[in-house]
């Protein structure tokens, strides 16, 4: 396992995440407010528990990884407020629910957020695997979802400030987390664990858009 290893997982992290059901969804033109709340109230509590979980795992390197703790530690207070932009988007597009700060995770958002503290505790590097996958994601796919949604939905960009703020901000930040890994002089249980987490977490990602497009199924029958 190496940093090529790592590379192509995450490469096909981002190829299989359009598949889901909520994208494709999307990309038939079948999409409705209710679902763009959905997958908003699932990405709050990623948003909101994140950050932790990177600080977590930055104070669990020690001193043997002084550049990944940085790294950790400065993505932590990077991404801290990005929750704001999901009640941001919430409010300005009619939702009128519980505020997602009151309501538990839906399972499997708990699902990714839990892994991601298991990681922390377990491997702390092992959490850059996820936010390599999740930055990739946010950079390939986040202009490209969050303008078909608002062409959909009819919305303005200032409505869909979450996909179109990690549109421009996740651009660069896996060549940012890679360089960083390459130039740690990983062992070889801790590229098995990154390889692992990214393809994991690939997985569970994938999983919040499923469900944000089952509810509607079920909302329906």
């Known amino acids: 396992m190496n940093l090529q290893v790592l590379r192509r997982i995450v490469t096909e992290a981002v190829t299989d995440f359009p598949a889901n059901a909520l994208c494709v969804r999307v990309d038939r033109h079948d999409l409705v407010m209710d679902d763009y709340h959905r997958i908003l109230k699932a990405i709050f509590h990623q948003t909101y528990e994140g950050p932790s979980s990177f600080a977590l795992a930055g104070a669990n390197c020690g001193t043997s990884r002084p ?91 200032e409505q869909a400030k979450f996909f179109f703020g990690h549109g421009d901000t996740d651009v660069g930040h896996t060549e940012d987390i890679f360089r ?32 944000a497009a089952s509810a509607r199924d079920v909302a329906l029958a």
């Not at 407020?81 to 958002?109: C, K, M």
């Open 67 to 157: 550049e990944i703790r940085d790294y950790l530690l400065h993505h932590a207070e990077e991404e801290s407020l990005h929750w704001q932009w999901v009640i941001s988007d919430l409010r300005s597009t009619g939702y009128s629910g519980a505020d997602p700060r009151d309501e538990f995770p839906a399972l499997p958002t708990q699902n990714y957020i839990s892994y991601l503290f298991y990681l922390a505790q377990r491997c702390p590097v092992a959490r850059l695997g996820p936010a390599a996958v999740l930055e990739s994601i946010g950079a390939t796919y986040g202009k490209r979802y969050a303008t078909e949604v608002c062409r959909q939905l009819r919305l303005a960009p």
């Open 180 to 211: 960083v890994l390459e130039a740690a002089e990983l062992t070889a249980t801790e590229w098995r664990w990154l390889s692992d987490a990214a393809q994991k977490a690939g997985v569970l990602y994938r999983q919040l858009y499923e469900h």
